[in-house]
């Protein structure tokens, strides 16, 4: 069974730019979950989805980060226009009616 | 609102030696326990999920252990080994509809041979 699939697995912007990730969970996995993982720090929820619905996206900064999972599967986060306190690692999560987490390798981003 | 805490900054240890990492939490639901290990460059696995309140749970000569009158798990190994050095992370998860997951910082063990 493949497990937690992400890319890009680096990024390397400017402040300003923008960037997107994406996830594809494990097949079935009805719950997707979006991390923030600063340096030396354990992972911080962003946002997560119950199929294609939000649950909780209290913790995603809404002026420049949005994430969408429009068929209940695969799902994309943006950050609009990068800051430096945004280098971090992003990792994506899924699981089955909220049973167990399972991490995807994540994306490090360092931003400039 | 639920958290999880851990008690330990780094660790460094000689091979043979004992762990200990201790996790508090608070919560207003009933929850599940969990501990991840991630290693330098990878995404957090999953160690195992910790069972019922005094009983222990064991994988890869890791135990866990949950008090929940003190409401605090801790994993322990007695001899650890180089390949045991990453970072550890407890979690906790509420029980509540649709559920959420909640990280300790980490501890990160470093095994000396």
């Not at chain 1, 600063?38 to 992972?43: K, L």
């Not at chain 1, 599967?73 to 399972?102: E, F, M, R, W």
């Not at chain 2, 991840?36 to 995404?43: A, D, I, L, R, S």
Request: a negative charge; aromatic letters at 12%.
């Amino acid at each position: 069974e493949a497990g937690v699939t992400q890319s890009p697995r680096y990024a390397v912007l400017q402040e300003g730019q923008a960037v997107s990730f994406w996830c594809d969970p494990i097949s079935g996995h009805d719950t997707l979950y979006w991390y923030q993982q600063p340096r030396d720090q354990g992972p911080q929820l962003l946002v997560y989805f119950r199929d294609e619905a939000v649950i909780d996206n209290s913790q995603l900064p809404s002026d420049r980060f949005s994430a969408v999972r429009p068929k209940g599967t695969n799902s994309t986060l943006k950050i609009q226009s990068a800051k430096q306190g945004d280098t971090a690692t992003y990792l994506c999560a899924s699981s089955h009616l909220g049973n167990t987490l399972y991490f995807g390798a994540g994306t490090r981003l360092s931003v400039l | 609102g639920d958290s999880v805490t851990q008690t330990e900054g780094p660790v460094t240890l000689s091979e043979g030696t004992s762990l200990t990492v201790n996790c508090s939490y608070e919560t207003k639901q009933y929850p599940t326990l969990f501990w991840y290990v991630q290693y330098p460059g990878e995404g957090p696995q999953l160690l195992f999920k910790v069972p019922k309140a005094n009983e222990k749970g064991s994988n890869r000569g890791f135990e866990a252990t949950y008090n929940k009158e003190a409401t605090s798990f801790h994993l322990q190994k007695a001899s650890v080994q180089e390949s045991d050095s990453a970072v550890y992370y407890c979690a906790l998860s509420d029980q509540t509809g649709y559920q959420n997951f909640y990280f300790g910082k980490g501890t990160s063990l470093t095994v000396i041979p």
